[in-house]
């Protein structure tokens, strides 16, 4: 007979003897389990490494194809930045004042906010790299409120320098290119460009500026900076690559470039003088200059793209399919009011003919009862 004493050890002696059994199993098995598992680790560690390197060797030639595999490099000897020294009227400086343009500590100020008042800071020494892109670091403020301040800075890319003029204090008929940023607007009635405004044009010796139509007639394209009195920094952005032109800026203290304009086609000579002007009317501001920083750019082109370029050599600034563009451009400024005169009129003269119809057929069929009777 089997006492509940009895009972109650031997259940605890089985117990036991299965507890050690599965221990030893479990201790017989886990290095196997153990050596499977890390070699599963081991493989997915090295797939999430495999493709971690592929995702990024595809956003690095995503990269490359936008930028046509570029690198960029800082041109001292067409820079101007702090503290200036290249800047003065000695054979052997870079860069070369001209009219009421002075240098401080921290910028060229080309115009004082006073009336009357141009300056300019122009280049020595002939550009001629194929690719190149400017950052210009600039600053305008004044004491006049809106609309009262005038009349705006250049960035210029020309066969002339130092030549003083009406087109923001470079003269007019020049041969390159020109950067405005036009902060006063002389024909009033185009309500819809609101200044300051940004502005590209190729010259080639013979075409002159429109200053009372601000630039519109010849103008490759813009955009609205609002750059005055601003307590951060602004920039301008010009890029000449691959014969295409492509203007940016940054004026929101975000450190991101805004699109301004981008042509393609655009044929610019090498050799030609880097500089930057302003001028003041009646209206006035302080314009100033606090850095010019010039990168040459170096793309890699094809066999044919090379050939093509060796064997057409430029000579003349100019745009391809410049007439095309400028239609393009009115079409796109039937902005606002014309848009509502053109709708207006459009729908006036739809309602007279539509009441001259009714005219003419009561007047016809009034006659044609008349013959019944």
Known sequence: ???????????CESRNDFCTTMATVD???????????LHRRNIMSF???F????????IDRCFSEDDHEMEEFLKREYSLSKPYQGVGSSGSSHWELMGDAMVTTDYIRLTPDMQSRQGAVWSRIPCNLKDWEMQVHFKIHGQ??????????????????????????NMDNFTGLGVFVDTYPNEEKYIERIFPFVLAMVGNGSISYDHERDGRPTELGGCN???RNLKHDSF?????????????IDIDGQHEWRDCLDIPGVRLPQGYYFGATAVTGDLSDNH??????????TVIRSRKEEEDEEEEEITVPSVDNLDLLRLGQNEEGMSGIAIFFTVLFSLLGCIFLLVIGLVVYSHWNENRRKRFY
């Open 144 to 169: 006049g409120k809106k609309n009262l301040n005038g009349d705006g800075l250049a960035i210029w890319f020309t066969k002339e320098r130092m030549q003083k003029g009406p087109v923001f204090g």
């Open 288 to 297: 100033d200059i606090i850095s010019l920083k010039l990168y040459q750019l």
């Open 1 to 11: 007979m089997v006492t509940p004493t009895g009972a109650l050890f031997s259940f």
């Open 51 to 58: 493709m971690f390197m592929l995702l990024l060797f595809t």
């Open 225 to 227: 900076a609002m750059v």
């Open 236 to 248: 301008l952005f010009i890029r000449y690559i691959r014969r295409r032109l492509t203007v940016m």
């Open 27 to 37: 201790r017989s098995t886990r290095p196997c389990c153990d050596s499977s598992f």
């Open 47 to 49: 797939r999430s490494f």
